[in-house]
Every structure is written in structure tokens, then in C-alpha cells.
């Protein structure tokens, strides 16, 4: 969980910088980046569980894998899921404060 959570100082200040600087486009784009990435990861790795594994633990396949991609400290999956969510979550917010609720977008975003 430590090794998680420094992931996640190093890609907390990103997501932050750019929710300041950038537009809710800008920003819209990094969280679906992070998002993807993560899931890509979380896939491969899944697949390479699966290929590892399922021969010999065929029963336990859903909870190696679950302990592959959460126990994975080297590559920041869990963080870039984290990030992605996050960073599509603040381009809504930022998106709906400045167009509105209702209303349509006066600057084409």
C-alpha cells in the first residue's frame, strides 16, 4: 500500500497542475490517458496471471489475478486508475462550472 501511495505523490501534483493551468479539455484527455493506461496494465497483467497460472490454480484464477494487479508495486496500475478517475471527475466539475448546468457552453468546449 506504501508503494502505491508513492505512485500517487508522483502523480498527484500532475494531475493538479494541470486541473489549474489547462482547460477541462486538457483535462478530460489526462484522465482518459491514466484511465486507459491503468487498464491496459490491468489486463496484462490479468493475461500473464492466466498464462502463469491457470494450469496449476484453476479454481483460485479470479483471486490471483486480484492480487497480481493490486500487489503489482513496480508498475503504477492502481495509481493510474486512481489518476484517471480522478482527472475525468474534475473535468466535469470543471466543465459544468463554466458552462452551467442547463445551459449550452459559450466557448465550443
Not at 42 to 62: C, D, F, H, S
Not at 80 to 85: A, E, F, K, N, S
Not at 88 to 95: D, Q, Y
Amino acid at each position: 500500500m506504501a508503494c502505491h501511495l508513492s505512485w500517487l505523490v508522483m502523480f498527484a501534483p500532475v494531475v493538479v497542475l494541470v486541473d489549474r493551468v489547462a482547460q477541462p479539455r486538457r483535462m478530460n484527455q489526462l484522465g482518459t490517458c491514466l484511465l486507459l493506461l491503468g487498464l491496459v496494465g490491468a489486463m496484462v497483467l490479468a493475461v500473464q496471471e492466466i498464462l502463469r497460472g491457470l494450469p496449476n490454480k484453476a479454481p483460485y484464477v479470479w483471486q490471483r489475478i486480484a492480487l497480481e494487479v493490486f500487489g503489482a508495486i513496480d508498475y503504477p496500475v492502481v495509481p493510474c486508475l486512481i489518476g484517471g478517475v480522478t482527472g475525468l471527475a474534475l473535468s466535469r466539475r470543471r466543465k459544468r462550472s463554466h458552462c452551467g448546468l442547463t445551459g449550452p457552453c459559450s466557448h465550443g468546449e
